[in-house]
């Protein structure tokens, strides 16, 4: 619960000693610039904030317990900052439990918000993180499996109650031991002072601290109580507490490597990286350009995904991973010849849920769906490109097809496109129309309500102009593309 306790007038929770000021607990493991967290604690925002961390490689947890892991929504900003999930180690008890409380990570749904975005690691042998062994050390919480682990010459054991006798070979010759001793009082799901004391004489650490340390003890007391024992080398945690860990060589686990591995693949629905969507450039640049991070744009209306527009969007996503870019697409919704020329707008063949859903399967990180309004379609080709393209989305590279219209009455083309990436420091490649086929892997996305509508469903998946009746044939026709008012992409 932290020290002060809520409602509690106890002299430790009243008390002055910023030691008694107890956070949630948990560790950083740093070694070279990088950092693995144990435990996402409710304290878990604040405690980063005070340490000024600016960076998060992986995440190790204890248990499900809510005092260990409703911080975990707090990871966003990692994410966000280093564009990548981060991997998280654990049992599979503890992920059952963080499927079902943060049930919105893993739904695997297009986004207009952040949402943690991780990939989930069930552990039972050693891995490596920062170059060095990691050992779970399985531990018993009451009657619940937990994990402790060891790094280097450390473990870190919070919230038990027992060592299984299985698990003592992995805490031998130690340095440093960090240590549950919630009270004197027994618990039915925590070491005491003294369960503590015995487990501290049985491993022999160089030093040992004590931690999830209630209101019961008092820091200075305590520790004046632990001296006269004879025990110097055992102490009460703190929080801001930090000492230096011997390293392990990774070669150590090398023989184990194997099984190892093996047990770090992710199950499904371990995986959480998403879509994010913005309905603004502004929006996109807040989120990415914050942090310096440019972007690969695809351009257009995208409507229905046909093999054409997959294979922008593919082009876009591999030039992205090549440039440590943000693979975008940039779109519309109404449609531009839905404002411009309504009365001959023909029906969208998907949603925008459809959409969404469609980028995410290609593997885009983020999408923009700028609303068309007449304002946008007054914007000449060169105002588009330097206010959206380069102020707002900071582009490094457009990808169109060879019919690309865009700006005030369809002014641009693909030549000045390529002007203007020329004047503006970004590469303009036109996707050459694609082998069409009968059929695509998104073909299954459609639910279209009529026969009719099955018809441009299927053309729009697969890119084959299926013959409907001669009044479709006419409006959607198997004739040359059609130019939007605005930019729009049809190989």
Known sequence: MGV????????????????????????????????????????????????????????LLTHGHA???LGFDDIRPFNIRQRSALPVYSNEETFRVIR?????????????????????????????????????????????EVLGFRFGQAAYLTDFSKVPDSSMARLEGLDELVVDALRDIPHPMHQT???ALALIQQLKPRRAWFTHIAHDLPHAETNDRLLKMGLPHVQLAYDGLEFEVQADAAKEISHQRGASQASLEAPPGARSTRLSAFSSSQAWASRYAT?????????????GIHLGHQAILRATVER?????????????DPSP???????????????????????????????????????LARLSPGEFVEQILVRDLHVRAVLVGENFRFGH???????????????????????????LSRRSSLQHHHSPRSRRRRRFARWASSGTALRANRRSSQRHGNGPPVHLPYPESRP
């Open 100 to 144: 079902r409380v943060f049930a919105y990570v893993f739904d695997d749904k297009p986004t207009l918000s952040t949402v943690p975005s991780v990939t989930l690691n069930t552990v039972q042998s050693p891995f490596e993180l920062l170059g060095i062994p990691f050992v779970p050390v399985p531990l018993l919480h009451g009657e619940m």
């Open 67 to 69: 005092d260990h892991i």
């Open 193 to 195: 002072v003294e369960q």
């Open 337 to 375: 010849r839905k404002v411009l020329h309504p009365e001959s707008a023909p029906l969208r063949l998907s949603t925008n849920a459809q959409r969404m859903e469609w980028f995410n399967a290609l593997g885009l990180e983020a999408v923009v769906v700028l609303p068309f309004t007449l304002d």
């Open 291 to 303: 942090f310096g991070h440019a972007s690969v744009l695809a351009i257009g209306n995208f409507d």
């Open 320 to 332: 992205a991973r090549a440039l440590d870019a943000v693979s975008t697409a940039l779109t519309f």
């Open 409 to 435: 009455k369809q002014a641009g083309d693909v030549k000045l496109l390529t002007e203007l990436g020329k004047e503006h420091g970004f590469d303009v490649v036109i996707v050459p129309p694609g082998r």
């Open 4 to 59: 002060p306790t809520l409602g509690c007038p106890c002299r430790v929770c009243k008390s002055s000693d910023p030691h008694d000021k107890r956070l949630r607990p948990s560790i950083l493991v740093s070694r070279g610039g990088q950092n693995v967290l144990i435990d996402t604690t409710p304290d878990f925002r604040q405690q980063a904030l005070r340490i000024g961390l600016e960076r998060l490689d992986a995440i």
